[in-house]
């Protein structure tokens, strides 16, 4: 919950706060083994960084078909302080790579928007992030240029990413309508943050609008898409809000409330180039220009039973909508719990829970119909999809994580399925994931920055 500086890919972040360097409350503990090389990379101006995240999991109930299925990432950087290397005051380069594989979710939930953390929708290596950043007047301002990836400046929560499907990264159905990259990949974008007296900030943005970086591997990165005759339009993101930190609050909190404009095109739900309905007599999607949407967020720290730790109880919710355009998404509501240290001989493991509601645009659903009808099947479309994740993070050693967890879909929403199935009503998953961050696990110091 810090405020410093511009953010990184939200799957290389740590947790919320930092851990121990003992070995007492762990199974085992690698951090000695890099802390002295770390600090010496340190001392000449050198960060490393990364994380990975795999997990094993099965649709035991529902969805579109059952079966277990593998996904996995795994993200390797550098930051590098330029004060140190090249003598630039409060300059700093930043440099990730990921690759990742596996099976996608939705094939086996036939759920789209709450997708699992991976988001292996198209196994890939891909460039994370390529930017370079400056702080000015005394840290007050922070700049961020270059390849980026949606970080933790815009409707994000670090307690978002205890959890394996639908919240890491901003809400899963809200990166779509925003036309942002997936938070795996980078586009042209630029993000400033100006903090303000009193724990108050305002972040901006702007994003280069290219879709299909969500699925593809930046055409062979540096390939064609480092041009810009693949964007489709622009981003506008802007956030106030209000962070505190356990350095300067006894129950930390954050609260936000953001925007975004969007100048790109998205193929609308229901009409057809042709002007005809589209689950009716087909053709081509006709394409509508401009979108916006706003989003609210709250989270506090409710309960710690020793202020000298991070052991306690934290509550969050967030409220997503859409203001203008045709989404297939209309609104969503997610709110949820993290319980840190629940039992004192185990004060960093996790146990979380948190739900999501997603309303649907009422044109998506009645297009959905149209296809029912088409096809002579019984039934309609459900116009809200309801997710819910239960979890339990076992801290293994420090920054290394073994993660069994529990999801549950009410009526999936089909999104993309040529042939939508009104009997489908429930998904129901059962898996485990281990992750490592690797400064946390192996001591190696990591550069202070936004969402860290």
């Known amino acids: 919950m810090s ?40 001392s000449y101006g050198v960060y490393i960084n990364g994380r990975t995240f795999n997990n094993v999991a099965d649709n035991a109930s529902g969805g579109q078909k059952r079966g277990a299925y593998y996904e996995g990432f795994t993200l390797l950087g550098v930051d590098l302080d330029l004060s140190r290397i090249a003598g630039i005051p409060g300059g700093y380069l930043h440099v990730y790579v990921n690759d990742m594989n596996g099976a996608n979710y939705f094939p086996f939930s036939g759920s789209l928007y709450p997708f699992n953390r991976v988001w292996s929708y198209n196994a890939a290596s891909r460039l994370n992030e390529f930017s370079y950043e400056q702080k000015l007047f005394n840290d007050q301002l922070d700049i961020r240029v270059g390849r980026l990836p949606p970080g933790p400046e815009f409707d994000f929560s670090n307690v978002y990413c205890v959890f394996v499907t639908g919240f890491c990264a901003v809400p899963a159905p809200y990166a779509y309508s925003k036309a942002y990259p997936a938070y795996n990949a980078s586009s042209w974008a630029g993000v400033a943050q100006l903090k303000l007296p009193g724990s108050y900030y305002v972040n901006a943005g702007v994003y280069e609008n290219e879709p299909a970086l969500s699925t593809i591997n930046h055409y062979g990165w540096p390939g064609e898409d480092w041009s810009f005759d693949k964007a489709r339009g622009a981003v506008f993101p802007m956030q106030v809000g209000y962070r505190t930190t356990y350095e300067n609050d006894l129950h930390p909190r954050a609260y936000d409330i953001g925007w975004f404009y969007n100048t790109g095109d998205y193929t609308d739900p229901m009409i057809s180039t042709q002007g005809k309905i589209l689950g009716l007599l087909g053709g081509t999607a006709k394409l509508d220009h401009g979108n916006s949407g706003l989003w609210v967020q709250a989270q506090q720290v409710v309960w710690r039973p020793d202020p000298t730790n991070d052991r306690g109880l934290t509550l ?70 309801t997710f819910m994740e239960v979890n339990y993070q076992l801290a293994i050693a420090p920054g290394t994580y073994f993660q069994p967890f ?47």
């Open 316 to 385: 969050f919710a967030g409220f997503n909508y859409s203001t203008s355009g045709e989404n297939n998404m209309k609104d969503s509501f997610s709110g949820g719990a993290s319980l840190k240290g629940l039992f004192g001989a185990r004060p960093h493991d996790t146990i979380n829970i948190a739900a999501m509601y997603l309303g649907l645009n009422d044109s998506f659903i009645q297009n959905q119909n149209y296809k029912l009808l088409n096809q002579h099947k019984i039934g309609t479309m459900n116009s809200s999809e």
């Open 406 to 452: 529990f999801d549950y879909i009410w009526n999936p929403d089909e999104v993309g399925l040529a042939t939508p199935n009104p009997n489908i009503k429930h998904s129901m998953t059962i898996g485990a994931a281990i992750s490592i961050a690797f400064p946390e696990a192996l001591g190696l110091p990591r550069m202070p920055r936004f969402g860290s």
């Open 3 to 42: 405020n410093q500086g511009s953010g990184e890919s939200p799957l290389a972040s740590p947790k919320l706060a930092p851990q121990a360097d003992t070995t007492s409350d762990y199974l085992f503990n690698l951090r000695p083994y890099g802390a002295e090389l770390g600090q010496t990379l340190a």
